[in-house]
């Protein structure tokens, strides 16, 4: 049996859609009879955009996670009752500049399990600011969704987007930021080692010092991890980024150093963590990449140079690649391990945090799914 904290507005419009045995309190609560279970202490992010890890609070990060586990436990049961729909008449936008697998299915998929409609919108769909400006495109799809998805090459068109919509915008990826794929990766994280158990783990990135780094290591440092990373010269992160991960690690309790041999950088990881040496719009440089990022393959002798034993029964070190995967990043030996590779639970948890962060920002937090009434389509302006 479930329930939903709902606002009163939320439950005035949908309450004719319960069945008979759905009841619905002063409280806004969605309950079914036998009991109940409710998503609890979720901070909402109504009103705001969801750009980078380091414009959360603590507060919201842990909310965030907790939501997705929530969502994950009930959504996910073999023989659910009869869940709530928060997001019915809710509708999102999807742009896609860059092609992917993981973030469209998840929306989607996630998006239609919340009640409401994902609209994928592709280069041949929507050209942002070629043949629309950003601020028209950004005003017009306003007008018609609830929320604005936008997987982009360069961070200034999320950015401008954000700028000139009236509803909230999610960064699905740019160039500088990837934020979804950093609560996927905490979230399958915890799953592992523990809810609240990430405190004093060090977290090793070997490779490309990119966009899915800067977001996964403010995270890290923010839940009190030990960061560690190891690039070829010229290939490290952005330093600004850095030094604000530096700042959070510091008042956290954890740390973040940079290693030039990844050898050095695993020693004793308890995560080693991997992605993509060749981006999207970087297949020109791929001869030299190869060359430069020799020897950061992750193996099986550097996963063993990582934390020893086990964690109730689990290794104490684990992988991560956020996918797609190629052979020169990994070997097949790591990437397939089935005890420690968590490729598999880490791409699937991509709908369960999508879903936290689109629920969150539509109001579906701790304060209610508080849904505008100046558009019956799905839309409306936030308050500025």
């Not at 380091?54 to 049961?77: F, G, H, M, N």
């Not at 690649?321 to 420690?340: K, Q, S």
Request: hydrophobic content about 40%; proline content about 5%.
């Amino acid at each position: 049996m479930w329930a939903l904290k709902l606002s009163r507005p939320f439950m005035e419009c949908h309450t004719r859609h319960l069945k008979p045995n759905l009841l619905a309190n002063g409280y806004g609560l969605w309950a079914r009879e036998g009991g109940m279970r409710s998503f609890q202490g979720v901070a909402s992010l109504q009103g705001k955009n969801f750009m980078n890890i380091d414009e959360l609070t603590d507060v919201e990060l842990r909310d965030l996670l907790s939501l997705s586990a929530q969502l994950k436990k009930a959504y996910s049961s073999p023989s659910p009752p009869v869940l709530p729909r928060p997001c019915e008449g809710k509708s999102v936008s999807m742009i896609f500049q860059k092609r992917s697998t993981r973030t469209r299915v998840s929306t989607e998929t996630g998006m239609a399990l919340l009640g409401g409609h994902a609209l994928f919108l592709g280069p041949q769909d929507v050209q942002l600011g070629v043949n629309e400006s950003m601020r028209d495109t950004a005003n017009v799809l306003s007008r018609f969704n609830s929320l604005i998805l936008a997987r982009v090459f360069a961070h200034t068109d999320v950015q401008l987007l954000a700028k000139h919509s009236s509803v909230p915008v999610i960064n699905a990826l740019s160039d500088l930021y990837h934020p979804l794929q950093a609560l996927a990766d905490l979230l399958t994280l915890e799953e592992h080692f523990g809810k609240g158990s990430l405190q004093g783990k060090v977290l090793t990135w070997v490779g490309d010092g990119n966009n899915v780094l800067h977001d996964l290591a403010m995270g890290a440092a923010r839940l009190g991890m030990h960061v560690r990373v190891a690039c070829p010269v010229g290939y490290e992160p952005n330093g600004e980024i850095m030094h604000r991960v530096e700042w959070h690690a510091q008042r956290s309790g954890g740390s973040y150093v940079m290693e030039r041999d990844p050898m050095t950088a695993v020693a004793g990881a308890h995560v080693i963590v991997t992605d993509t040496w060749v981006s999207m719009g970087q297949e020109e440089e791929y001869e030299r990449r190869m060359r430069d990022f020799e020897g950061f393959q992750v193996t099986r002798r550097m996963m063993e140079h990582g934390a020893k034993g086990s964690n109730a029964g689990r290794p104490a070190c684990v992988f991560l690649h956020c996918l797609p995967r190629h052979p020169e990043e990994v070997t097949d030996e790591v990437f397939y391990d089935p005890a420690r590779s968590l490729v598999f639970p880490e791409a699937e948890n991509r709908m369960w945090t999508v879903m936290a962060v689109m629920l969150s920002l539509v109001g579906g937090g701790g304060r209610g799914c508080e849904v505008g009434e100046s558009h019956n389509g799905g839309g409306g302006r936030r308050s500025s």
